[in-house]
Nanobody
Framework: QVHLVESGGGLVQAGDSLRLSCAAS????????VGWFRQTPGKEREFVAAISRPGSNTIYADSVKGRFTISRDNNKNTAWLQMNNLKPDDTALYYCAARSQIVTAPLTTADGSYAYWGQGTQVTVSS
């Protein structure tokens, strides 16, 4: 089992940047692929980005490509989501998630594939 704690959310203006952190504890962090998801009230949870166990592969939702960057440091048991040029549509509760998989397995955007979730951190972008 791995325990995830997100931080770094806040209230910003359109065009600003934020860096979300996902701190992991428990089992060896490097055994898990990591994903970021977001959700707004009344809507389904939406995939944002994912990163492979060693950090060599990443995938992004089309809506954030070129603006968001996912990264990780397995020595620090931490993953990050750097969010630049934020838009009001980025307003949501952001979740970090982890799934155990073999190194060569492809990354997935399906939230049901992730077994471990943090409590979320709120990002609010004003226009």
């Amino acid at each position: 089992q791995v325990h995830l704690v997100e931080s770094g959310g806040g209230l910003v203006q359109a065009g600003d940047s934020l860096r979300l952190s996902c701190a992991a504890s428990g089992r060896t962090f490097s055994m898990f692929a990591v994903g970021w998801f977001r959700q707004t009230p009344g809507k389904e949870r939406e995939f944002v980005a994912a990163i492979s166990r060693p950090g060599s592969n990443t995938i992004y939702a089309d809506s954030v490509k070129g603006r968001f960057t996912i990264s990780r440091d397995n020595n620090k048991n931490t993953a990050w989501l750097q969010m630049n040029n934020l838009k009001p549509d980025d307003t949501a509760l952001y979740y970090c998630a982890a799934r155990s998989q073999i190194v060569t397995a492809p990354l997935t955007t399906a939230d049901g594939s992730y077994a471990y979730w943090g409590q979320g951190t709120q990002v609010t972008v004003s226009s």
